[in-house]
Structures are given as C-alpha cells and as structure tokens.
C-alpha cells in the first residue's frame, strides 16, 4: 500500500469523537500521577469517576467500557502504590468506581439506542413528507423557480402550508394554500388538498370551476371525518393561478388566501387586483369564486406566500413587512431573492416561527422578443418603493 492511500485510509477511520477521548484518558493518568505523589491520607481517587461519566456524552458504550476500565485499573493502581490495595477504603472505592462504570456503560448504549430509532423515524417521516410535498422544479416553461418551506413543529419539513405545479396545455398551474393548524397535525388536510389538486389540475376547467371542486373535496373530508368537537373548523385558504407561456395576462382565483405580490426591476412592488371568495370548507354551496388577470410581463418575479411569513412577529409584536422588504431585491435572482427573505424573515422573528412559513417566487423570462400591450385586466395603484 502506498504512503498516499494509508494516510487517505487513516482520515477515514479518524473521527472527531476519537480526539474527545483524549479527554477522559488525560483525566485518568493526571488524578492518578497526582494522586500517588500525595500523602496515603489524601484520596483523589474517587475522582476518576469523572472520566467514564464523560463519555457518554460524545461516544458509545465500547468507548465508554474502555475508559471505566482504565478507570478501574488506575484505582487499583492507586491502591497498589500506596500499600493499602487490601484496606476497605481501597475495596470499597474500586467497587464504587465499577459499579458506577457499568451503569455508564448501559446507559450509552440505551441512548445510542434511542439516537438509533429517533434517526430512522427522522429518516421515514423526511421520505413521507417528501412524497407528499413534491420539490418544485428550478424551471419549468418560461418561469425560474425558488421556494421557501419553514415548518413551525420542530424536526418537521412540512406543515400546514402546501404548494404545488403542474404544466397545462400551454402554460402552467399552480397552488399554494394554507389548511388552519400548523406543523404536523395539519398534514392530513394538506395532503388531501394536494391530492385533490393533482387529480383535477390537468383537466382544461377555468380556476373558478377549479377551486369549487377543491371545495367540494375539503367539505367532503370534513363532513365524513372531522370530529363532532371541531365541526366547522376545517377550511383552508388557496390561491390558484394560471400563468400562459406566451401570453402575459395572467388568471387567477383566491379562496381567502393573502395577495400575490407582482415585483418588477426598479424596486417597484405591485399588488394585483383580488377578488377573494371564502376559505375552501366553509361555504362550498353558496360560494362564488372569481376569477382575477393580471399582466405578469418577462423579467418581472411573481411572489406568492403564506400567512405565516407575513404574520411574523419580531420581540415587539410587530408584523413581517414583506413588501418593504421584497422590494430590495426586486432585481435578484429568484434563487437570491428567497435566499435574502429567508434570512431576513428569521432574524425578524427571533430565529424560530410561531407559524408554518411558505413562500414562492416566479421569474418570467422571455420565450420571445415580442412585448404584448392594451392587455386585460390591471392591477391596482397601490405601488411600493424601497427608500
């Protein structure tokens, strides 16, 4: 074998926790030098205990036998030394010393034993949750493509947020939408609202008569399962939108959801106009669902959210200002503007959100070079300058 490869060999089997060890074992031979140049009336023996105790907390349970056995063997070194290796004193302190060892050892391997199970339940609900939540693509037709997912329940990646894409004849549909709950008690309603998407989404419907059979299903799931305690409090709100790859007028239908936010070069934040009908559960029989254009021209970013990211609250219970900050960077990439959101989001909220968090940003880029004027629709003049 050459010098190369056994050296590669050694940084493969090295590991931080083997430079960790050194702690206890450096314990054990300074308690034990110190303690046979001491007077026989002075014990630091019982100190020892201190490295086995260590171990556990960055290394199993060999590493952990190893080091009480060392520990063990140091004792009785110790006793030997000092002539007194037969006295009670001496016996008692080596049996205390094993003893107390064992119980380490069992208890390292009982906790590499849960750290074993709680990574395999991490590992099965990441893949659920991946399956459920399919990862938008970077591209898809003329549109570039950044997403952002901040679940509120810890060791979650998904909540009560959900988004999805799918192409269309022609262009592309998408949803995001928000069931009531967050983290993962509200998966189930997200993912039957996901399902429900999918299944209808390809079907050439207008998005009104979309987001009424998205109605239907939600107000079916909850009369056939919701408990009697929680009747009426299933719902949930949805943005629809239909986004053509030639034409820039742009369709839309929301059922309660918050306002997309249209941002064009030159830090300008636009708010289409939006005609909201009731959250999806709450009034399937009676609700009318409108449908809104916008004009989303080539090299303007459409930004779509939840309200868990303009809810946010800093130390002083103040809201997320998410067009005052957007329109910073209205002239980045999709990618870096929700790399910059992000991070502004969670130093605004102390580093952790009450709320699930979920938010999109859709770049259109020209398929062609033609402008297209005198289009339908309009958005409202309320517009927003950084500065």
């Not at 939840?306 to 130390?315: F, L, Q």
Request: some cysteine.
């Amino acid at each position: 074998m050459s010098p190369r490869l056994a050296v590669a060999g050694l940084r493969q089997r090295w590991h931080p926790t083997h430079a960790l060890l050194l702690l206890p074992f450096v314990l054990i031979v300074v308690i034990t030098v110190v303690d046979m140049r001491l007077p026989t009336d002075v014990h630091l023996g019982p100190a020892l205990v201190i490295a086995p105790a260590l171990t556990p907390s960055f290394a199993g349970p060999r590493a952990t036998a190893f080091i009480g056995s060392l520990a063990v063997a140091a004792q009785i070194l110790i006793g030997n030394v000092h002539g007194g290796l037969g006295t009670t004193n001496h016996i008692v302190q080596i049996i205390t010393l094993a003893v107390l060892s064992v119980l380490l050892v069992v208890y390292s391997a009982l906790r590499e034993r849960r750290q074993a199970q709680l990574a395999q339940v991490r590992t099965v609900a990441e893949a659920a949750q991946h399956v459920l939540m399919w990862p938008l693509p970077e591209q898809i037709g003329p549109l570039r493509i950044a997403s952002l997912y901040l679940a509120a329940e810890d060791e979650a990646q998904i909540g009560g947020d959900l988004y999805a894409v799918t192409r269309s004849d022609g262009g592309v549909r998408m949803l995001i939408g928000d069931v009531r709950g967050k983290g993962l008690p509200a998966i189930g309603e997200a993912a039957l609202l996901l399902g429900a998407f999918r299944e209808s989404a390809h079907r050439h419907i207008p998005l009104p008569e979309l987001a009424a059979t998205l109605d239907r299903s939600v107000s079916r799931y909850a009369a056939d399962l919701e408990p009697q305690e929680q009747a009426g409090e299933r719902f949930a709100t949805a943005l629809l939108v239909d986004i053509p790859d030639q034409d820039p007028v742009t369709h839309m239908t929301s059922c309660g959801h918050p306002p997309p936010m249209l941002l064009s070069p030159g830090h300008v934040v636009t708010f289409p106009s939006l005609h909201p009908s009731p959250p999806l559960g709450v009034e399937h029989d009676s609700a009318e669902h409108t449908l809104d254009v916008f004009s989303f021209e080539a090299g303007d970013t459409l930004l779509l959210y939840t309200d868990g990211v303009v809810e946010a609250r800093d130390a002083h219970g103040r809201f997320y200002p998410l067009a005052e900050r957007a329109a910073r960077w209205t002239d980045e990439s999709p990618e870096a503007l929700v790399h910059h959101l992000r991070h502004d989001l969670l130093a605004h909220a102390g580093g952790r959100l009450d709320d699930d968090a979920a938010l999109i940003a859709l770049h259109r880029t020209p398929l062609d070079r033609r402008r297209h004027h005198g289009l339908a629709g309009g958005t409202d003049a309320f517009r927003h300058r950084a500065g």
